[in-house]
C-alpha cells in the first residue's frame, strides 16, 4: 500500500495569500503546503480522501491515473470544494465515481453540490457522482477502510484506518470507542494545527500527546498553518514523529 500526501495544508494553505511571515516567505519547498489531502493505493485501488480546492493541481503533480471512490472527512470548504475536478475522472474512466462520507457530510454533500450527483450527461461534462452514507466498513480487493469517528470541536466527523495506517484530520479530541479502532498501526497522519491552542484542531502539544496514546509505529503530521516552519519542527520532535509534507509517499 502506497500513501501520498497530496496536500499537507490548514484552510488557508501555505504561504497565507498576502502573508510576509517568515514561513511564507521561506524558500524552503517544505513550507508550501496545499490544502490536506491524502491518496491511497494498492494494487489497482486508488483511493483519495476529501478534494479540496487544491485537487487539480495536486491530481497533476502526482499524475493520479484513475479513482477508485472518494471518502470524505468532513464538509469543511478546505475539505470539498475542489469537487468538481473529478469530471475528469468520470470523462476518463466512462463512470459514476463513488463517494462516501458520515451521514450528515453526505447529506451537505448533496445539498450544496447538487448537480454532481444528478445521473450523468451523455458526454460525461459534469462531474457524475453517487453518495453513500456509511457507518462501517467497506473493503476493495483487500484494502478495509474503517471509518473512525472523531471530535472536531463539536462536530462528530470522520477520520479512516485504511488496513494499517490512519488519517486523522481536523480533530481536537478522540473518543474512548475509537480509540479501540486504532491498535496496531505501522502509520498514523494526525491533525497539528499549529504551536498555539485552538478550539477545533489539535496543537502540537495535544499532536504529541495523542500519537503518544495511539503508539503508531511512525507518526506524521498534517494540516498546518504558517506558524510551522518545516525544518525547525522536524528537528525538535520526539522519535518517531515527523511533519509531513506535500508530494511524500509512504510504502506500507
Ligand atoms: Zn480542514
Ligand atoms: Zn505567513
Ligand atoms: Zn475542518
Known sequence: MKICFLGTGSSAGTPVIGCRCSVCSSRDPYNCRSRASILVTQNNVNILVDTGPDFRY??????????????????????????DDLRAFNFLQREIIPCYADPRT????????????????????????????????????G??????????GNLP???????????????????????????????????????????THLNLEEAVALARRIGARRTLLTHMT???DFSSL???????????????????
Not at 473518543?175 to 497539528?192: A, F, Q
Not at 525538535?236 to 506535500?246: F, K, N, R, T, W
Request: some cysteine; aromatic content about 10%; proline content about 9%.
Open 234 to 252: 522536524a528537528g525538535g520532535l520526539p522519535a518517531g514523529i515527523e511533519p509531513a509534507y506535500d508530494g511524500l509517499s509512504v510504502f506500507l
Open 143 to 152: 484494502l478495509l477502510v474503517q471509518p473512525v469517528p472523531v471530535m472536531h
Open 58 to 83: 495536486q491530481a497533476l503533480r502526482e499524475g493520479i491515473p484513475g479513482l477508485t471512490a472518494v471518502f470524505y472527512t468532513h464538509f469543511h470548504a478546505d475539505h470539498i470544494n475542489g469537487i
Open 226 to 228: 504558517h506558524d510551522m
Open 106 to 141: 453526505a447529506a451537505e454533500l448533496e445539498k450544496r453540490f447538487q448537480y454532481c450527483f444528478l445521473p450523468p450527461d451523455p458526454d460525461w461534462t459534469k462531474p457524475a457522482l453517487s453518495m453513500k452514507a456509511i457507518e462501517g466498513a467497506l473493503e476493495f480487493s
Open 157 to 199: 466527523i470522520y477520520g479512516y484506518r485504511f488496513n494499517d495506517a490512519a488519517y486523522l484530520t481536523d480533530l481536537k479530541s478522540l473518543p474512548e470507542s475509537s480509540l479501540s479502532l486504532l491498535g496496531n498501526l505501522e502509520l498514523l497522519i494526525l491533525d497539528c494545527l499549529r504551536m498555539e491552542p485552538h478550539p
